[in-house]
């Protein structure tokens, strides 16, 4: 070990001057045996213009899914327990409380997963295996399937290698020997890596666990015996590199818990939303449908399906009208030198269906509402006296999605964006962007989401063919964001590299009621569309000035929206948005003019009713009901007949008694003028 002493600083300031070549280990073994064993993984950020791992830490690149990025030699990083400190940095050990270190867990799990795969079957080459949000998966080449079986004795397997307790330890191997040995042994997918995200006369970094070694940048666990609660879950097909002329591969997913009991309450999760599937809840409720005969991705609005949609809209185009906007429509299609002005033939051709030839043109399915707003400010002169101009329409638009790539109401091809377009000059946007997060915040709120998690995504400025504008637009445009979520105080996470193609992007996720994430809302800077159609307006000074534009989507689009909305209510709605608020039952046949009064009047004090006059049992028609997730069942015979009431069945609380119909409808009728969520 070196004599030069470096210094490491402790998340609690406190700060250790300890040899270079020092590891976390050893630091978490002087602090406590107990820390120690506890530690999962590092983090490090370097004091200075140095790395502060060494041996040769900081030259190699990792074949892993998203680990291929560069390092940074002065960011904060993950590093193993074992990894030698060669400089100045803040150190925090992760244990099983810090999220990251799951994601090393299951790193580690993708490993193991290959141990077991090329100790039962060592004619299979290797691809990669990332962690992911829920667990890992590992893309392995062989021409015979794996089969239900194979997947058990691979999981068998694995605990063998876990048992093992076997050491990760890193190593490190010339570029040019590393990709003669995979070419000895056929491993085109590594030797793909190892050309593409290394460069020549680099050391390249390979992961050891006993005899299994894999290219890989880690970090991982000190030992197999750490990765305790995992399970082999499901198998799928992917092609090499997404590309269906390759050969292909098959998908081994897992996943991975720092204990049995959370791995348990994972399933746990999954089983409570698969009994919350959308689309089987559509089928169950008659809410609607995606018919093969029509094609994939296209939705057909049954009509319970369609009055929930309607009352999403309504409120929608009533909150814009209030909050200043202007309602627009734009056609579905339009000629394709409109795309190629806006920049969408250019950089977002991929996701828009192929030009139709007509009498005078090629015209293309719109994928954006944005040009045709864009057009409708431009048909007229603007002064600063105008601005903002709030444009919103509730436009359908059309989106080539890969078939695989489809799933019910959240990813589809044909869909309805609540679509808006802000035109207003450089001093405004601030205050607009703040408006659009408020609205955002209103419909998360009275739709029944508690929860939401920010993101701000901006560009690569080293990925300029990907992006249009200038850098300083770039940066005018990223500070406007931040600012409107400093103003609002909001915590966010910032996304490089995720921006549109014309201006960075707050995105809004939703937190549902079993804690996932939903992409939804979002707020978008625009710089260069208005540039791209010169857009203008008369400034106080009387010259001409070009408006810069904001893109703003709430619900995201209804599709998706009303997917999730399903899921997170499990078909059971508000009151509010319940599409037959009030099931009637009467008792006997002699109970059906009371039936019809009873709808009657309901009705007329504006709810959604059905009544079940047919030759029925009465427990059958409630149960029908109860299967709909209707809010309220009525049930009445001769006693309600006479004193004018109903015997009120409310959703998940059964009997409430007899009420009179009055007091009934005048509670119903404040559940649903507050949008309340209970019953």
């Known amino acids: 070990m070196s004599s030069k002493q470096i210094k490491i600083t402790l998340p609690d300031g406190a700060v250790r001057e300890v040899p270079s070549g020092t590891t976390p280990f050893e630091i978490a073994s002087s602090i406590s045996p107990r820390l120690a064993a506890a530690s999962i993984v590092a983090r490090i950020t370097p004091v200075g213009a140095q790395s502060a791992v060494g041996d040769g830490a900081e030259k190699e690149e990792s074949a892993e899914a998203a680990m291929y990025a560069a390092e940074d030699a002065v960011a904060p990083r993950l590093v193993d327990l074992s990894a030698p400190l060669t400089g100045d940095a803040k150190l925090e050990l992760l244990t099983e409380k810090d999220a990251e270190a799951l994601k090393v867990v299951r790193h580690s799990a993708a490993h193991v997963m290959a141990t077991a795969v090329l ?23 062989r021409e015979k399937p794996f089969t239900p079986e194979d997947l058990v004795a691979i999981e068998a397997k694995m605990a063998e290698v876990i048992a093992r307790d076997e050491k990760f330890e890193r190593i490190y191997e010339p570029r040019e020997q590393a990709l003669a040995e995979f070419a000895k042994d056929g491993d085109f997918m590594k030797e793909h890596f190892v050309t593409k995200f290394t460069e020549p006369g680099a050391e390249v970094s390979f992961y050891r666990n006993g005899h299994f070694v894999d290219f890989c940048r880690g970090p991982h666990v000190p030992s197999t015996g750490r990765v305790k609660a995992v399970k082999v879950t499901n198998l799928a097909g992917a092609y090499w590199l997404g590309d269906e002329k390759n050969p292909q591969l098959q998908r081994v997913y897992g996943t991975a818990f720092f204990s049995q009991k959370d791995l348990d309450a994972h399933f746990a999760r999954l089983e409570e939303a698969a009994r919350r599937d959308h689309r089987v809840l559509g089928k169950q409720l008659d809410l609607f449908s995606i018919q093969e005969i029509a ?9 319970r399906g369609a009055m929930i949609r309607k009352l999403m809209e309504d409120w929608m185009r009533d909150e814009c009208l209030r909050r200043g906007y202007s309602l627009v429509y734009t056609p579905h299609v339009m000629r394709r030198e409109l795309w190629k002005i806006s920049g969408h033939e250019g950089f977002y051709s991929g996701n828009m269906y192929t030009p139709m030839e007509l009498d005078d043109a090629e015209y293309r399915l719109k994928p954006m509402n944005c040009p045709g707003h864009i057009l409708i400010y431009k048909n007229s002169p603007k002064s600063y006296r105008d601005l903002p101009v709030r444009y919103a329409e509730l436009g359908n638009v059309y989106r080539y ?24 000059m450089p001093s405004q946007i601030e205050d607009e962007v703040v408006a659009c997060i408020d609205f955002a915040e209103a419909v998360l709120e009275t739709f029944g989401f508690e929860k939401f998690q920010v993101e701000l995504s901006t560009w690569d400025p080293n990925d300029r063919d990907h992006y249009a504008g200038s850098d300083e637009n770039w940066n005018l445009a990223i500070g406007g964001l931040k600012r409107a979520l400093d103003r609002k105080g909001i915590a966010y996470k910032t996304i490089p ?10 995105d809004v996720k939703l937190v549902d009621v079993l804690g996932r994430l939903w ?3 979002t707020v978008q800077f625009d710089f260069n569309l208005p540039a791209r159609f010169e857009l203008e307006y008369v400034g106080e000074d009387g010259e ?21 909305l399903i899921e997170h209510y499990a078909g059971a709605f508000p009151l509010w948005l319940a599409p037959v608020q009030i099931g009637l039952v009467p008792i006997a046949e002699r109970h059906q003019p009371y039936a019809e009064k009873l709808e009657a009047e309901l009705k007329a004090a504006g709810f959604r009713v059905e009544s079940d006059i047919r030759n029925e049992k009465m427990n059958a028609k409630i149960r029908d009901f109860a299967n709909q997730k209707t809010p309220y069942i009525l049930v009445f015979g001769d006693k309600e007949a006479e004193a004018g009431a109903v015997s009120v069945r409310a959703r998940g609380k059964g009997d409430q008694g007899s009420v009179p119909l009055a007091e009934f409808i005048a509670k119903a009728q404040e559940l649903v003028a507050t949008q309340s969520t209970e019953l």
């Open 295 to 303: 094609g994939a991705g296209l939705i057909f609005w049954h009509p």
């Open 544 to 564: 001409r000035h070009q408006p810069v534009m904001v893109h703003r989507a709430l619900f995201g689009s209804v599709e998706r929206f009303f997917g999730v």
């Open 401 to 424: 999605e890969r078939s695989g790539t489809m799933h019910g109401l959240l990813r589809v091809r044909g869909f309805t964006q609540d679509d808006a377009h802000i035109f207003c």
């Open 119 to 141: 100790e039962l079957f060592p004619e299979t080459k290797l691809g990669h295996g990332p962690a992911t949000d829920a667990g890992f998966f590992y893309d392995f080449y």
């Open 519 to 521: 992409q939804l809302s």
């Open 497 to 506: 590299g995720e921006a549109a193609f014309y201006g960075p992007k707050i």
